[in-house]
């Protein structure tokens, strides 16, 4: 894929950008980049699959609430709200440089926004939406729902397997957004793309 238009229009909103053909260069790029430090990350299937929690521990204090290993999740959670470094994915980038995540616990969302020193979202392909309403849609209408579906959530989104109902049901694990327009000037930000299709 080319990144060229998106990889300009995030760099013109304050985000660094790093290009990488595969989820392999990425992560190696990644565990360059991020050694000796407090890493924090949010709910991603992207970085589950890129299996980074395995080699970012090897070198660095990781918490991440997918992987308690015999804690508590809620205090690996909390741990991970107050590391150097933030790590989590996205739900839908737009190529005119818009950002958007949503969240069920916040937490995710809270660790892109304020608290930390360096955050790096990553990126595969099949997140990139051409503007900022379809990115939007995609966020609700493609990574919500699949997301409802691995969690096996009572929700109509997974029982159907199709679409965002706005649900009001207990289970609704879409209750919050974060949008970044521009980079927020409290941190560092580094959007990592990659070529292949990773998470949802
Ligand atoms: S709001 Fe409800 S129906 Fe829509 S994606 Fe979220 S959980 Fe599914």
């Not at 503007?131 to 919500?144: F, G, K, P, V």
Request: charged content about 20%.
């Amino acid at each position: 894929m080319d990144f060229s238009k998106l990889a300009q229009n995030l760099k013109d909103n304050g985000f660094a950008v790093s290009c990488y053909a595969t989820a392999a260069e990425a992560s190696d790029y990644l565990n360059s980049q991020i050694d000796g430090e407090t890493v924090g990350i949010g709910g991603s299937m992207t970085v589950e699959e890129m299996g980074l929690y395995d080699t970012l521990k090897t070198h660095n204090e990781v918490y991440w609430h997918w992987h308690p290993e015999g804690r508590p999740a809620e205090e690996v959670r909390a741990l991970g709200s107050r590391t150097d470094v933030f790590l989590t994915s996205v739900n839908g980038i737009a190529e005119t440089g818009e950002i958007i995540n949503i969240d069920g616990s916040g937490n995710r969302v809270a660790g892109m926004l304020y608290g930390h020193k360096k955050v790096y979202l990553i990126a595969g392909e099949n997140k990139v939406a051409p503007d900022y309403d379809q990115a939007l849609w995609r966020a609700r209408n493609i990574a919500a729902p699949l997301n409802a579906k691995r969690l096996n959530c009572k929700t109509p989104c997974a029982v159907n397997g199709d679409r965002c109902y706005d649900c009001k049901v207990p289970g609704r694990i879409c209750r919050g957004v974060a949008l970044l327009w521009k980079a927020p000037t409290s941190m560092q930000f580094e959007v990592v793309l990659v070529g292949e299709k990773l998470g949802y």
